[in-house]
Nanobody, 117 residues
Framework: QVQLVESGGGLVQPGGSLRLSCAASTSIFSIYLKGWYRQAPGKQRELVAVTNGGVIDYADSVKGRFTISRDNTKNTMYLQMNSLKPEDTAVYYC????????????WGQGTQVTVSS
């Protein structure tokens, strides 16, 4: 059973920073920690940052402010979020792919990020 556990969300003022973590419960060789998505109230889930064969794609709205990284020794992926804006408020989810077929998706439970003064 694959589990992805996100943490690091919370309430932050505009201009502040947060670092989200996504820890995988299984071997890093059986899944690929692919990226981060978010879903704001009343909106569809959208891509924040994903890695594709070593190339990182960021949503235009977060370019220059968010950075994705990973520590394979810890089976963990991170999302450093700087210069946060109220419109970044959402539930953030990490996403992974099963390496056996590169099609099965796994999702974490999400972590709430609220940017407000």
């Amino acid at each position: 059973q694959v589990q992805l556990v996100e943490s690091g969300g919370g309430l932050v003022q505009p201009g502040g920073s947060l670092r989200l973590s996504c820890a995988a419960s299984t071997s890093i060789f059986s899944i690929y920690l692919k990226g981060w998505y978010r879903q704001a109230p009343g909106k569809q889930r959208e891509l924040v940052a994903v890695t594709n064969g070593g190339v990182i794609d960021y949503a235009d709205s977060v370019k220059g402010r968010f950075t994705i990284s990973r520590d394979n020794t810890k089976n963990t992926m991170y999302l450093q979020m700087n210069s946060l804006k109220p419109e970044d408020t959402a539930v953030y989810y990490c996403n992974a792919l099963r390496t056996a077929d590169w099609r099965t998706n796994y999702w974490g439970q999400g972590t709430q990020v609220t940017v407000s003064s």
